[in-house]
């Protein structure tokens, strides 16, 4: 199964550094979760979100110019960021098939768990994360009943771009 790591800051400047190092080791631990891909989505104290992900361990992901980037931004006006450290159960280990998963740009989830049968009756994709992502999207403003029909283990976190409102 996968795992997943968290940040929020309550200050209105960005992430300090501990922080920001915080994160990379939980977001490196979190690799005994799932070691075949990382990624993060970050949200600024405006609303707008960035992602990151790539195939591998957070031990590689965290040199990257584009986490080191996305660190930089979450330094200077960062709110929160979330990590996901993907062992794949469903679909090929890829860049599309790791987390986060950006849909119709509503939403931004991550997800731990697997899904019970046929996630297609949810979307049509590789990955039952995204499938359960696209449902989401789909039913933004009612998650509680569009969670009713998703036939899975699972701990989600997404972030509802329209609404600025992050859910876990």
């Given amino acids: 199964m996968c795992g997943l790591v968290a940040c929020i800051t309550k200050s209105r400047n960005g992430f300090n550094q501990f922080d920001l190092d915080a994160f990379g080791e939980m977001l490196f631990a979190d690799t005994l979760r799932g070691p075949d891909s990382t990624g993060v989505f970050a949200v600024n104290s405006m609303g707008n979100v960035g992602v990151v992900k790539d195939v591998g361990t957070a031990e590689n992901f965290l040199k990257t110019d ?30 599309v098939n790791a987390h986060p998963f950006w849909v119709e740009d509503k939403l931004v989830l991550v997800h731990n768990g697997t899904y019970f049968g046929d996630h297609k009756k949810l979307a049509d994709v590789e990955v039952d994360s995204h499938a359960i992502a696209h449902h989401l999207a789909n039913h933004i403003d009612d998650p509680e009943t569009a969670l009713k029909v998703v036939n899975a283990a699972y701990a989600l976190i997404w972030y509802d771009i329209a609404n600025k409102k992050l859910n876990l």
């Fill in 66 to 95: 584009e986490y080191k980037n996305v660190s930089k931004e979450l330094f200077k006006d960062g709110w929160a960021v979330v990590g996901h450290n993907r062992k794949a159960t469903r679909g090929v280990i890829n860049d």
